[in-house]
């Protein structure tokens, strides 16, 4: 027996709801007459439901102030980043669900790494080191922790990454906002980013259980079968466990379990051979191979965090890290506020309470379309005067379906 909670989320309500949170918690206020805090919200919803720049919303909403007073509004009102992580991080909590307190959760560590072609802004240590990506060594990094439950990605905390912050801390600093907020961590699903003998360390001595990828370093061998390290797992035939022991340059140690998983490509992705999986793990009793695989490849959710993310991110080129953070934050909220209304709205109940979520009835893309037309119907559109009478009344099924 089911409980349909709602059928219908207007655009109305969506755009109320992430004003009131991005408001609330970010503290966005008016400056001077043109720059009142309902406009800036709009921009910045615009902004994000497009993924364009503050320059590309103000060009296309007819009511617009220009992108250059828009930035220079924002800059005025931003704390130091410290602070503005806070504010992030407040709203990111501000509606959790319940049932994350009631019993112990599994969680997930992303970090993000958003490529960087330019020079500091006022440090050198604003830009995170890493592997060359989209022709780049150079990034602004982020590190966020979210919940994996009924298939979606429910973020708690999010962390900016400086150069030269030990990732440990990093960790530290995310466990220690999700304790607070009352959550249980039944394991850690993590980067392999955070492969080290500190982080492991760190994890143990807090009690801590883990599971994420084997990071392979070193050169790789001409002859598999005489690899040393984690690299001789890859020459495993067969799925299974073992045991290995890391040591740093300091001449610390920590031991975790191995758990290599082997898979037949068998032309899948028009691929064939053997591929081979292997994962370290502490703190808990595993099942087979596969589903070690299968519990990892959960962190994911139904949707990666990082294509979401990008889905509603403001785009820039801004040298400033304070306002990058915030068009990073406000890409994280508005993520939530899609899990929002699927908990809360759009969700069938069961009679013995689980949920029951139907992802078709609201895409993330609907969700930042119903957010572009909210910002055209109160600032109108330049390109479309249609767009000025954008419908406030609730989307159906079959509309929401076809967007």
Not at 1 to 11: K, Y
Not at 113 to 120: D, E, K, N, V
Not at 322 to 328: E, Y
């Amino acid at each position: 027996m089911r409980s349909r909670t709602n059928d219908t989320v207007s655009v109305r309500a969506v755009h109320a709801h992430s004003a009131t949170l991005i408001q609330t918690h970010l503290e966005i206020r008016d400056h001077g007459h043109k720059c009142r805090a309902s406009v800036l919200i709009g921009i910045l919803l615009f902004a994000a439901a497009r993924m364009r720049s503050i320059c590309d919303a103000c060009g296309r909403l007819r009511d617009s102030p220009t992108d250059q007073a828009v930035r220079n509004a924002l800059v005025a009102m931003l704390p130091d980043m410290n602070a503005l992580e806070r504010r992030i991080n407040a709203g990111l909590s501000a509606e959790l669900p319940r049932w994350l307190t009631k019993r112990p959760q599994r969680l997930a560590v992303d970090l993000t790494l958003i490529p960087y072609h330019g020079q500091p802004f006022h440090d050198a240590d604003e830009i995170y080191r890493s592997q060359p990506k989209s022709g780049t060594t150079h990034f602004h990094a982020y590190a966020s922790c979210y919940v994996v439950e009924h298939g979606q990605r429910f973020t708690l905390a999010m962390k900016w990454v400086a150069k030269g912050k030990p990732l440990k801390e990093t960790l530290q600093q995310l466990l220690k906002q999700v304790r607070n907020l009352g959550v249980t961590i039944r394991f850690l699903l993590l980067d392999r980013e955070f492969y080290s003998v500190n982080v492991i360390r760190y994890l143990q001595a807090s009690r801590t259980p883990f599971l994420m990828p084997v990071a392979h370093r070193g050169r790789k061998p001409a002859d598999p079968t005489k690899a040393k390290g984690t690299r001789r797992f890859l020459s495993w035939k067969k799925s299974g466990f073992s045991q290995h022991t890391l040591q740093n340059k300091e001449g610390r140690r920590a031991t975790v379990r191995i758990c290599v998983c082997c898979r037949n490509y068998a032309g899948r992705r028009k691929r064939h051979g053997r591929k081979r999986l292997v994962y370290a793990f502490w703190g808990f009793q595993p099942g087979p191979p596969s589903w070690v695989r299968e519990e990892y490849r959960k962190r994911f959710g139904i949707e990666t965090s990082y294509r979401q993310m990008n889905q509603c991110r403001i785009r820039t080129c801004t040298r400033n890290p304070a306002l990058r953070l915030l068009f990073v934050g406000i890409a994280l909220l508005l993520r939530n506020v899609w899990v929002w209304f699927h908990l809360n709205v759009l969700a069938d109940r069961h009679a013995n309470g689980r949920l029951w979520l139907r992802l078709e009835l609201l895409r993330l893309t609907t969700l930042t379309l119903m957010l572009q037309h909210a910002a055209e119907h109160l600032l109108g559109c330049r390109e479309d005067p249609a767009a000025e009478t954008s419908d406030w009344t609730p989307l159906t099924l079959n509309e929401r379906n076809r967007c």
